[in-house]
């Protein structure tokens, strides 16, 4: 069984700073023109603090996953970003810093980990259907019910003679309900409560403070949150939940179902959630600077062209993207008006 891979996500203790220092020091000691000095001030930085270690650890982690820069085509694209962003000369060497010197020795590639949602990683690992990044499925079940997957997303089925259920493991999904023959309820279960379909047609999410937010297109949906608290959730309307608290309904967006279709529409969301959800998309890392993460976003977008998507945002918001090595990305306010920095 191929299991297609699903991304960390950014760790939640290094700040933006901090992990943008740890990829620059990355890209320097890698290049092969570090030198003795380069590798003392490296250690100076590293020794600074305990979140530049786990901020040095996530970066060797994200590494192993791109294979080594030393023999990659991209070597010198990397050298070449790193020198024009941190605008040091570095003094060319005969002897090579090789990366199987730093990401081999795996001195703190463990710190990474404590910040991997790894129980959540492996119930999708071992998922009935599963995306990785990039990746959007369309699932019919036996009965007929299609179940659109967003990428980096999973559920278990369990039909049964009595019931339909699934289970929401990670991520998103859109589900468009069959009549059964047998008149079985259709279920979908939640580690913050159960939601019964009603003829339906709707989305729901899981995000990553542990809320739900449910979208109904059509019928409607019975919420029953964890602590028993009860609601109906009719056609075009949405609601957030979490096991303990039901949120108030709203007017649902449609552009909560815009995914299926490759497109993320926004319409007046901060910069910080397009990124959110780029992330999905994006193999590597894919940072953004506390500074802009607030910039309101309007406009329809690809998701599955992350780099288009970012060269848009780079068109229209006082922003530029930076990248500083071939599988680390990083969005940081411009030097100018909207679309000047490149």
């Avoid at 449910?214 to 075009?236: F, S």
Wanted: charged share 20%; with cysteine.
């Amino acid at each position: 069984m191929t299991v297609p891979p699903l991304e960390p996500r950014p760790p939640p203790g290094p700040s933006h700073r901090a992990l943008e220092q740890a990829a620059q020091w990355f890209a320097a000691l890698c290049s092969g023109e570090a030198t003795a000095a380069d590798r003392s001030r490296w250690e100076a930085w590293l020794a600074e603090s305990v979140e530049h270690g786990e901020a040095w650890g996530y970066v060797e982690n994200i590494s192993r996953r791109f294979g080594p820069i030393k023999s990659s085509p991209a070597r010198h694209t990397a050298i070449s970003a790193y020198q024009q962003a941190s605008g040091a000369r570095l003094r060319r060497r005969q002897a090579l810093l090789g990366i199987a010197s730093l990401a081999g020795s795996s001195l703190f590639g463990w710190m990474a980990w404590r910040h991997t949602p790894l129980p959540g990683m492996t119930q999708a690992w071992m998922a009935d259907h599963r995306t990785g990044t990039g990746e959007v499925r369309e699932v019919t079940l036996a009965d007929g019910t299609r179940v659109w997957l967003n990428a980096v997303s999973a559920f278990n089925q369990d039909y049964r003679s009595d019931l339909r259920r699934l289970h929401l493991v990670r991520g998103e999904i859109l589900i468009d309900t069959a009549a059964d023959p047998l008149r079985r309820p259709f279920y979908v279960e939640t580690a913050q409560g159960r939601l019964q379909a009603l003829g339906t047609r709707f989305t729901m999410r899981l995000d990553d403070d542990a809320q739900i937010c449910l979208a109904v297109y059509e019928g409607a949906v019975e919420v029953r949150t964890g602590a028993g608290v009860t609601t109906v959730v009719p056609v075009g309307r949405q609601v957030r939940f979490t096991s303990s608290s039901l949120g108030p309904p709203g007017p649902a967006d449609p552009a909560r179902e815009a995914w299926t279709r490759g497109m993320l529409v926004a319409r007046n969301i901060p910069l910080s959630g397009v990124v959110r959800e780029l992330r999905r998309y994006h193999h590597g890392h894919l940072g953004l600077a506390p500074e802009v993460a607030d910039l309101p976003v309007f406009g329809g977008y690809p998701v599955h062209d992350p780099d288009q998507t970012l060269a848009m945002l780079e068109a229209v918001l006082p922003i530029r993207v930076r990248r500083p090595l071939p599988w680390w990305v990083s969005i940081e306010p411009g030097d100018g008006d909207a679309g000047s920095a490149r």
